[in-house]
Nanobody, 126 residues
């Protein structure tokens, strides 16, 4: 599978953005899908949200974004969306979508994911 992320930009604190992750094939039920972000100066990618290849409607969120970010998908378009509301300066980062095949218990670990999109930059000014 190949992934392409888009939708980043520069916004003010409190604004909203919607990121997209377009896949080259169907991912729901086949791959774990995660959104990660890498803030400026950080070497590690932080888990934002994701869902398991086991299907169902369970979506997992980092505590830092819970209640503000929402993950959704359009299976017909093989596209996953990350709706980000109430953006804060600390949300500034390059956002990546990723696909992996590991167990659900490893969903939050970047090392589990083998395929990554190219990243899209989100800059939030306070």
């Amino acid at each position: 599978v190949q992934l392409q992320a888009s939708g980043g930009g520069s916004v003010q604190a409190g604004d909203s953005l919607r990121l997209s992750c377009a896949a080259s094939e169907r991912t729901f039920g086949r791959y774990n899908i995660g959104w990660f972000r890498q803030a400026p100066g950080n070497e590690e990618r932080e888990f934002v949200c994701g869902y398991s290849k086991s299907g169902g409607h369970n979506t997992y969120y980092a505590d830092s974004v819970k209640g503000r970010f929402t993950l959704s998908r359009d299976t017909a378009l093989n596209t996953v969306y990350l709706q980000m509301n109430g953006l804060k300066a600390e949300d500034t980062a390059v956002y990546f979508c990723a696909a992996g095949l590991g167990p659900t218990g490893l969903l939050r670990r970047s090392s589990m994911y083998k395929t990554w999109g190219q990243g899209t930059l989100v800059t939030v000014s306070s």
